[in-house]
């Protein structure tokens, strides 16, 4: 399983961004797929995840609802983190992370991706 998250960079409070997560070695359409972010000095927490069922609704944290959408583009093998009206305090490494199935109790997930860093400044 790889996970190629890009997208990051610096961008001003109120800008969007949308990151990338391209797998290879495992299909989106056929697991849970998900976001989280490590703010410095901070422990990660999870930001946002999408089941493996088509119908399955994406669930955020309290601070992405209204603000973040989570998708998936099964042709390109790739998940998305929409994210729009960026506060300084999203600044973070944000991660992808995936599981078989569907998504694991607690957020424990197996396998993670290398982070892409968002700055937002004000």
């Known amino acids: 399983v790889q996970l190629q998250a890009s997208g990051g960079g610096l961008v001003q409070a109120g800008d969007s961004l949308r990151l990338s997560c391209a797998a290879s070695?495992?299909?989106?359409?056929?697991?849970?797929m998900g976001w989280f972010r490590q703010a410095p000095g901070k422990e990660r927490e999870f930001v946002s995840s999408i089941g493996w069922r088509g119908d399955d609704r994406p669930h955020y944290a309290d601070f992405g609802e209204g603000r973040f959408t989570t998708s998936r583009d099964n042709a390109m093998n790739t998940v998305y983190l929409q994210m729009n009206s960026l506060k300084p305090e999203d600044t973070a490494v944000y991660y992808c992370?995936?599981?078989?199935?569907?998504?694991?109790?607690?957020?424990?997930?197996?396998?993670w991706g290398q982070g892409t860093l968002v700055t937002v400044s004000s």
């Open positions: 070695g495992w299909r989106v359409n056929m697991h849970s």
């Open positions: 992370a995936t599981d078989p199935g569907a998504w694991p109790p607690n957020n424990r997930v197996r396998y």
